[in-house]
C-alpha cells in the first residue's frame, strides 16, 4: 500500500501550522505553571539565604581579624607538620563568636529550601521560564562551585552558568544584594 499526499491536504497541514505554533506554547506554559509558582516561592527564601550569607562574612571576617590580632593568621594543611597545624587551628577554633553558635538560623532556611529545590527538580520544563526557574535552582543547590577551584568543579560550575545565560538568569550566588 503505498501513501500519497494530495495538494489539498498539504496545502490544508500546512495552513494549520501557524495555529498550532501559537498554541504549542500556551500549552507548554500551562505545563510550567507550577515549576513558576515554585520558583516565586523559593525566590522568597533565596533573599533569606543571601542575607544570612552576608552575616556569616562578617563573622568570619571577625573571627579572621580575632585570630590575627592574637598571631593565629589562617595556615593552610600541609604547611607545617599535622599535630602543629592541629594545635593552630584548635586555638583559632576557640576564638570564633557567633550569635547563633547551633546555626538555627541555616536550619530554619534550608528546611524551605530542600524542599522546594526537590519540588522543582521532580518537574519536567517546557519553556525557557520553566528553565530559568530550574537553572536558578541548580546554582542554588551547588552553590559551592562559585567557592571552589578544581577543573571539574569548574567545567560543573560553567555549564551552569551556560544554562542561566541561556535561559536569561543569574546563578544565585552569583546575584548581587543590595
Not at 506554547?25 to 522568597?44: C, I, K, M
Not at 560543573?156 to 552569583?174: D, K
Request: net charge negative; glycine share 4%.
Amino acid at each position: 500500500m503505498s501513501s500519497t499526499l494530495s495538494r489539498r491536504a498539504i496545502v490544508a497541514g500546512a495552513a494549520a501550522l501557524p495555529a498550532a505554533a501559537v498554541l504549542l506554547p500556551a500549552l507548554s506554559a500551562d505545563n510550567d505553571a507550577e515549576l513558576l509558582r515554585l520558583g516565586a516561592e523559593l525566590d522568597a527564601v533565596i533573599i533569606e539565604w543571601h542575607a544570612q550569607r552576608a552575616i556569616d562574612e562578617q563573622e568570619r571576617a571577625a573571627h579572621e581579624a580575632a585570630c590575627d590580632a592574637a598571631g593565629l593568621p589562617k595556615i593552610e594543611f600541609g604547611s607545617v607538620p599535622d599535630e602543629e597545624w592541629r594545635a593552630h587551628n584548635d586555638k583559632r577554633t576557640a576564638l570564633y563568636q557567633s550569635d547563633d553558635p547551633e546555626l538555627e538560623r541555616w536550619d530554619r532556611i534550608h528546611g524551605k529550601i530542600w524542599p522546594l529545590i526537590d519540588a522543582i527538580m521532580a518537574l519536567k520544563a517546557t519553556t525557557t521560564a520553566g528553565l530559568a526557574v530550574q537553572a536558578r535552582t541548580v546554582s542554588l543547590y551547588f552553590a559551592e562551585l562559585w567557592k571552589n577551584e578544581t577543573d571539574w568543579e569548574d567545567h560543573h560550575r560553567q555549564f551552569i552558568e551556560s544554562v542561566c545565560a541561556f535561559a536569561g538568569v543569574t546563578p544565585v550566588p552569583l546575584e548581587v544584594q543590595s
